[in-house]
């Protein structure tokens, strides 16, 4: 049966663990191309545009010795209306793994359920667990590990959220979310979480010694329509340098990108000496890389 990558809890503990310690090693080796996955082809169901996924996860299949294929919503029969499980038992027959990065989770829990070859959310409005992967090996990266930091996300309980509060619960983190009244996470997924997940609605005191601070944009793909009123509701969860100087001295802060500069984050600490995104954006690719390996080498 084919391993799925749905949210973070089709990874254990030591499998997530796996996987950064993997990446790590692919980055301080220069990632340097090898024939692993030499013959294999990832395919890739973009209904959503993406700069950092989907150049990461071809370049990963590239030095890994495999091949991509880019289907955009248009370019497969699902846009006329094909069932998921019709395109999923087709491509299962060409692809040796597929990449989705969708709407609706139901999309990627319908492909899976029908797919022979492991489906990886590449995102949904739901979940995004490749991002929190990547975003951990960040974490390990600077801070030599992940033991008694405090993790703060500032903002709103979007995917990204619910993937670290995912996280949170399988690796025993301390996660502090801060997110205004009526776009908390879920209270479900936070209980499941248990008690080392909290969720408050002052971003100071999520801030407040903090090793990590965590933000998103407060509009995402899909909810344009929002964003006027959610720039008025968010205004008071900026990441700003007084926000900042309330963490740890040594606090890093990270952004999945594209940063919205002046709405949920600064310039001033977008571009700042706490700023790590640009790392972040980069070991996507070394995660990606590690994640295939798993996946597919044999």
């Not at 609706?104 to 667990?129: C, F």
């Not at 100071?204 to 006027?228: C, F, L, P, Y």
């Not at 900026?238 to 900042?244: A, E, F, N, P």
Request: proline share 4%; glycine share 8%; charged share 25%.
């Amino acid at each position: 049966m084919a391993k799925h990558l749905l949210t973070l809890r089709d990874l254990s503990k030591e499998e997530i663990m796996g996987l950064i310690q993997r990446a790590l090693e692919i980055k301080s080796g220069g990632g340097q191309a090898s024939d692993r996955l030499k013959g294999k082809t990832l395919g890739l169901i973009f209904d959503k545009p993406s700069t950092r996924t989907r150049v990461s996860f071809e370049v990963a299949m590239f030095r890994l010795g495999g091949s991509t294929l880019y289907l955009g919503r248009a370019d497969t029969q699902m846009s006329r209306n094909e069932p998921a499980k019709d395109t999923a038992r087709v491509l299962s027959r060409y692809l040796d793994a597929l990449a989705i990065r969708t709407f609706g989770q139901a999309l990627v829990k319908e492909m899976a359920r029908w797919s022979a070859i492991p489906v990886i959310n590449a995102l949904t409005d739901q979940y995004h667990p490749c991002q929190v992967l990547s975003d951990l090996m960040t974490v390990v990266e600077k801070k030599n590990g992940l033991d008694g930091l405090k993790i703060a996300w500032i903002g709103d309980g979007n995917n990204v959220a619910r993937s670290w509060i995912n996280a949170a619960g399988i690796l025993g983190l301390e996660l502090v979310l801060a997110c205004p009244p009526g776009y908390h996470p879920g209270k479900g997924l936070v209980q499941w979480a248990g008690g080392n997940v909290k969720v408050v609605e002052d971003p100071k005191e999520a801030a407040r010694g903090a090793h990590v601070i965590n933000t998103d944009v407060w509009a995402s793909m899909g909810q344009e329509e929002e964003k006027e009123e959610r720039i008025k509701i968010f205004q008071p969860y900026q990441v700003d340098q007084s926000l900042v100087e309330l963490a740890d001295p040594a606090v890093i802060v990270m952004h999945c990108l594209p940063a919205h500069r002046g709405e949920e984050i600064t310039e001033e600490v977008l571009e700042g000496p706490k700023s790590v995104v640009f790392d972040q954006a980069e070991n996507k690719m070394h995660l990606h890389q590690a994640l295939l390996e798993m996946l597919l080498a044999k």
